[in-house]
């Protein structure tokens, strides 16, 4: 079993930064992809960025793309989730999920709680 605790959101304004952080915690979890998932109100839930277990290889959403950054620390068994030059249209509730493979499937094995991200105009 593998569990994630999600942190860091909140209200900013757009232009604005804020940091995302999942805690990861169960039996090997460093040799697990990492994900983001955001999904807004009355929206299906949407792939944002997935990293692998060794953080060589990360993917991105085009709509986040050159805004957001995702990273791993392993000894910490915790990935970050950058975001920059926020929109109102990345408020959202952002997931964190875990999964063997990394790629943008959304049917990933463990999934965090979720923490609200909302950006005014």
């Known amino acids: 079993q593998v569990q994630l605790v999600e942190s860091g959101g909140g209200l900013v304004q757009a232009g604005g930064s804020l940091r995302l952080s999942c805690a990861a915690s169960g039996r090997a979890v460093s040799r697990f992809a990492m994900h983001w998932v955001r999904q807004a109100p009355g929206k299906e839930r949407e792939f944002v960025a997935g990293i692998s277990w060794s953080g060589r290889t990360t993917y991105y959403a085009d709509s986040v793309k050159g805004r957001f950054t995702l990273s791993r620390d392993n000894a910490k068994n915790t990935v970050y989730l950058q975001m920059n030059s926020l929109k109102p249209e990345d408020t959202a509730v952002y997931y964190c999920?875990?999964?063997?493979?990394?790629?943008?499937?959304?049917?990933?094995?463990?999934w965090g709680q979720g923490t609200q991200v909302t950006v005014s105009s």
């Open positions: 999920a875990a999964d063997i493979d990394v790629g943008a499937k959304l049917d990933y094995d463990y």
